[in-house]
T-cell receptor
Framework: NAGVTQTPKFQVLKTGQSMTLQCAQD?????MSWYRQDPGMGLRLIHY???????DQGEVPNGYNVSRSTTEDFPLRLLSAAPSQTSVYFC???????????????????FGNGTRLTVT | GENVEQHPSTLSVQEGDSAVIKCTYS??????FPWYKQELGKRPQLIID?????GEKKDQRIAVTLNKTAKHFSLHITETQPEDSAVYFC????????FGTGTRLTIIP
């Protein structure tokens, strides 16, 4: 198993440009999510999905779009990059136990290696 | 939504001593509490987790305790070693997993 694969590892954008961060997992996990990590602020949830065709907003969704057309892939799109989006982005997936209820989560997250994005 | 507070933000301990990191959470519906370790330039990796029906869990030198009444949980690392130096994150989960802001642990040889 490759686990969670993120591409690219590094990216530099100019303000206003758009791009897509790719995330794929081969563990058949229903739950996938995107976090951004900034110094002193921990990991903040951007968007998440509990299955194909289902997405929802996290703590800091503005400026980002996601889609989940397959179980394996969960791309994150920056529509018009801003310097405030300079950060390290992590994709993460986990097993989702429906017995805990709709949109509930109770199993370990597996993280990708991250994408370091700089917006100038 | 859930709010997780983590203390201290930095912690230095002598090699061989114990380290304790504490977290509080706000949502009484949270039922899963993992701890992640992140080494410099690497991804976060799970080191231990606890569910709300358990008060304590131990794995070799690492232990986690949970007090549901007070809504706080703690990570205990005993006999610290230089390789324990890293940033540690707590998290709490009801509908979504919310992370604390992290503790930078430095082990002094």
């Amino acid at each position: 198993n490759a686990g969670v694969t993120q591409t690219p590892k590094f990216q530099v954008l100019k303000t206003g440009q758009s791009m897509t961060l790719q995330c794929a997992q081969d563990m058949n996990h229903e739950y996938m999510s995107w976090y951004r990590q900034d110094p002193g602020m921990g990991l903040r949830l951007i968007h998440y999905s509990v299955g194909a065709g289902i997405t929802d907003q996290g703590e800091v969704p503005n400026g980002y779009n996601v889609s989940r057309s397959t179980t394996e892939d969960f791309p994150l799109r920056l529509l018009s990059a801003a310097p405030s989006q300079t950060s390290v982005y992590f994709c993460a997936s986990s097993y989702y136990d429906p017995r805990t209820g709709v949109r509930s989560y109770n199993s370990p997250l597996h993280f990708g290696n991250g994408t370091r994005l700089t917006v100038t | 939504g859930e709010n997780v507070e983590q203390h201290p933000s930095t912690l230095s301990v002598q090699e061989g001593d114990s380290a304790v990191i504490k977290c509080t959470y706000s949502d009484s519906a949270s039922n899963y509490f993992p701890w992640y370790k992140q080494e410099l330039g690497k991804r976060p990796q799970l080191i231990i987790d606890i569910r709300s029906n358990v008060g304590e869990k131990k794995d070799q030198r690492i232990a986690v305790t949970l007090n549901k009444t007070a809504k706080h949980f703690s990570l205990h690392i005993t006999e610290t070693q230089p390789e324990d130096s890293a940033v540690y994150f707590c998290a709490a989960s009801s509908e979504k997993l919310t992370f604390g802001t992290g503790t930078r642990l430095t082990i002094i040889p």
